[in-house]
C-alpha cells in the first residue's frame, strides 16, 4: 500500500518522523487496526537513504504483509488461545465451574497480547513503513 505524508523531523536513529495526513487515513485499508489514530506523528525508515527535509511530502509504502502480521498478532492470535485456555482449565479442574474456566481462557489472551506486544516491540523497525520517493519539496 503506497501513500504520501510529510516529513515532520529527522531523528538521530535514521528514522524520519512523518505527519499524519486524515486524506492518507480514509483509503488504508488497516485504519481499524492502527495504534496511531491518536497521534499527530509516526516514524518511517529510509532505507535507500533518500534525501528528504522537514515539510517534503514523500510516498510511503507499507508491505500488506506487515499489516496482515500485525492484524494477526493484536486479534487472531488471543482468540485463539482463548478456547485453548479455556479448555486447559477444564482439563486442569474438571470440577470448576464457567466462571473459571473462562478466566482461563482470559488469561490466555492477556498472554497473548503480552506476546504480541514483545513480538511487535523486537520488531518495530521492521513494522515501520519506508519512504520511497519524494513527491514534493518544501
Not at 492484524?71 to 478456547?83: H, N, S, Y
Amino acid at each position: 500500500m503506497y501513500t504520501v505524508s510529510q516529513v515532520k523531523g529527522i531523528d538521530k536513529d535514521g528514522t524520519v518522523r512523518m505527519g499524519c495526513l486524515t486524506s492518507a487515513c480514509e483509503n488504508c485499508k488497516a485504519s481499524m487496526f492502527c495504534n496511531n489514530r491518536n497521534d499527530s506523528e509516526f516514524s518511517a525508515l529510509n532505507p535507500k537513504g533518500i534525501s528528504v527535509k522537514e515539510g517534503d511530502m514523500v510516498e510511503l509504502f507499507m508491505p500488506p504483509g506487515k499489516t496482515i502480521l500485525s492484524t494477526v498478532l493484536v486479534f487472531a492470535l488471543p482468540l485463539a488461545l482463548f478456547p485453548l485456555g479455556y479448555l486447559l482449565m477444564k482439563k486442569i479442574s474438571p470440577s470448576s465451574g464457567e466462571i473459571l474456566c473462562a478466566l482461563g481462557g482470559f488469561g490466555a489472551m492477556a498472554v497473548a497480547f503480552g506476546i504480541a506486544a514483545a513480538i511487535s516491540v523486537a520488531r518495530k523497525r521492521n513494522l515501520m513503513p519506508v519512504i520511497t520517493k519524494v513527491v514534493s519539496e518544501n
